[in-house]
């Protein structure tokens, strides 16, 4: 517990200075990096030709997919003929159709959602050109999103900005060089980054064992700091190659929650400054996370804290069923888990990676207790938990107008957002994004307990497989890619399936999201009454807490009640 802690503790020292950096970023201020940084991004814009005009909401969305587009071809051919190309030392043949098509929509879409094994799955060039780069960017995509967002939400500036130039400026001042930084962390500790073909050792039992080679330190560094989570091995953080420490375990636990945090306090001081422009009150202090973003991290804090709570105290409880055949468990679970790690450590990444939608795992969460196992799907179900970098804010942003419509109707006022008024066509927008992620996880969910293909993938009977399969949707539409591994999932209707839904849980929101911010952006606002609803307070807080259990958690009630609940009674209270 203590070490869950001190953990938190630090990432809070953390989060803060780089929220203050990425909103530097995001709004062109000056920087200490900037004689270096402006340098190469110029180049860059020269050498693509990139207009750096300002865009409206369809422009953006626009530039965004097209690009995005691009990236998937393109990747999508290197992966069916990566047999025939270069770096390829360990004789890998190309991907299978169905295979290279969920794999290119899984990195594009920032899921990393993995039906192979990346040790025999991919050539190194596979991992570089195709896996690695599209961490950068798809991670730089979700970014530039959520700028857009802020920028259109808060209403700062003249227009939402240059799709291309957030996502050269995020990939040059941010990814790239922290990656740097994390990458030489990890070679220091024993994670290997190289080009040279697998090893084949003689081990003391007398047998061969082969030792996986190839760029894994720098996978491994984007992997956790672009919220990706797909390891170089199939057995990802679990592993000693990919995460040799427990220094190793805490680097990349921030990496992946650095981001997403920074990114809600990006949001709370760039509308401070807005209304520092417009002479209001703010200019009196200094926003260290801004009024406005304090509700909006408090509930995301509070969900996480609920979660992790429930994760912990389910594992230290262990398996009845073990105790009962007289294995003590007073260690807790320590099934698929890390001994260096135990059960602290292992649940604490456990629920960073779902809740900041990341993916990587450091023990298997098909092994986890049943109620243990809910949080993980749960975060995922909820989809705002912090979530991935920029989108979990967004998400979050969803549910606080939806909170401030509902509270309006009750009092019998217009409701109003950040001094805009929330109307019919914002809360259309605003029903698809909220609607559209149950009916991709529960629809395809309901379709493969119903076709024989899909049955065909399920390995655990009865209640546990219901979970598997809801954990693998649920994992693909809030584009988070763990898995309860038991699933055997490669296969055209699993490929497939996945594939849609990673495909429709990006972009479909993130073109509804921005579409809302265009809308908020061209309203005039209003000043702020007697009866304005406040946003800044902590009984909004709890109020958005309760909305989001209330209209996300219970959408899911039934179907949680089927799977991981049932599977605890049937564990702990046998008839």
């Known amino acids: 517990m203590l070490q869950i802690i001190a953990a938190l503790v630090i990432y809070i020292a953390l989060v803060i200075p780089m929220g203050t950096y990425l909103y530097h970023i995001a709004s062109g201020q000056k920087t200490f990096a900037d004689p270096v940084f402006n340098r190469i991004d110029n180049g860059i814009y020269k050498i693509c030709g990139i207009n750096r005009q300002g865009m409206n909401w369809k422009q953006y969305v626009a530039s965004l997919l097209t690009t995005n ?174 995460n040799p420490t427990i220094l190793t375990n805490l680097v990349e636990m921030y990496a992946m929650a650095i981001l997403p945090g920074a990114c809600v306090i990006v949001f709370g001081k760039m509308f401070h400054d807005r209304k520092k422009e417009n002479g209001a009150e703010a200019k009196k202090m200094r926003a260290l996370i801004g009024h406005q973003a304090r509700p909006i991290l408090g509930a995301m804090a509070i969900l996480f804290l609920i979660g992790l709570s429930i994760c912990f105290f389910a594992e230290k409880a262990g398996n009845p069923l073990l105790e009962h055949a007289g294995l003590s468990q007073a260690m807790g679970n320590m099934e698929g888990k890390e001994v260096r ?71 019998g006022r217009t409701p109003e957002y950040l001094g805009k008024k929330i109307e019919g066509r914002e809360m259309k927008l605003i029903v698809i994004v909220l609607i559209l992620h149950p009916l991709l996880i529960l629809g395809f969910s309901a379709l493969a307990v119903v076709n024989q293909a899909g049955l065909a993938g399920i390995t655990n009977p009865g209640f546990h497989g219901l979970t598997q399969v809801l954990y693998e949707f649920a994992s693909s539409a809030a584009n988070n890619g763990s898995g309860f591994e038991g699933l055997a999932d490669n296969t055209g209707f699993w490929n497939i399936t996945t594939g849609i839904v990673m495909f429709l849980g990006r972009y479909i929101p993130i073109i509804a999201q921005l579409a809302i911010a265009g809308s908020l952006f061209a309203k005039r606002r209003m000043n702020e009454s007697a009866g304005t609803l406040r946003t800044d307070n902590v009984i909004f807080t709890m109020t958005l807490v309760f909305i989001v259990y209330i209209f996300a958690a219970l959408t899911f009630f039934p179907a949680l009640a089927l799977g991981p609940i049932a599977e605890h009674l049937i564990l702990w209270f046998p008839m």
Not at 127 to 149: D, H, K, P, R
Not at 382 to 393: D, I, M, R, Y
């Open 69 to 242: 587009a691009v990236m998937i071809f393109a990747g999508y051919l290197i992966l069916r003929i990566q047999g025939s190309l270069f770096l390829n030392p360990n004789g890998i043949e190309g991907m299978e159709p169905t295979l290279a098509f969920n794999t290119i929509i899984s990195f594009m879409t920032n899921t990393n959602l993995q039906h192979y094994a990346g040790e025999s799955g991919l050539s190194y060039l596979s991992q570089t050109l195709v896996i690695i780069f599209m961490m950068f960017t798809s991670a730089a995509t979700g970014y530039a999103a959520c700028m857009a967002f802020i920028r259109g939400i808060t209403g700062s500036g003249t227009h939402l900005g240059n799709f291309h130039e957030d996502f050269i400026r995020i990939t040059t001042r941010v990814l790239i060089p922290f990656s740097i930084i994390i990458a030489l962390i990890l070679v220091s500790q024993g994670t290997p980054e190289n080009y040279t073909a697998n090893l084949t050792l003689h081990t003391l039992e007398g047998k061969n064992q082969d030792i996986a080679m190839g760029p894994m330190a720098a996978l491994v560094a984007i992997k956790h700091l672009g919220t990706n989570g797909g390891g170089f091995l199939g057995a990802n953080s679990a592993t000693p190659l990919e």
């Open 341 to 411: 790690f135990g059960i602290d450590q292992s649940v604490l990444f456990t629920t960073v990676t779902t809740s900041f939608t990341t993916g990587t795992v450091n023990n298997m969460h098909d092994s986890l207790t049943s109620l243990g196992g809910m949080v993980p799907l749960l975060h995922m179900m909820l989809n705002c938990v912090f979530g991935g970098k920029g989108v979990g804010f967004m998400n979050m942003i969803m549910y606080a107008i939806l909170a401030v419509f509902l509270c309006g109707l009750m009092i």
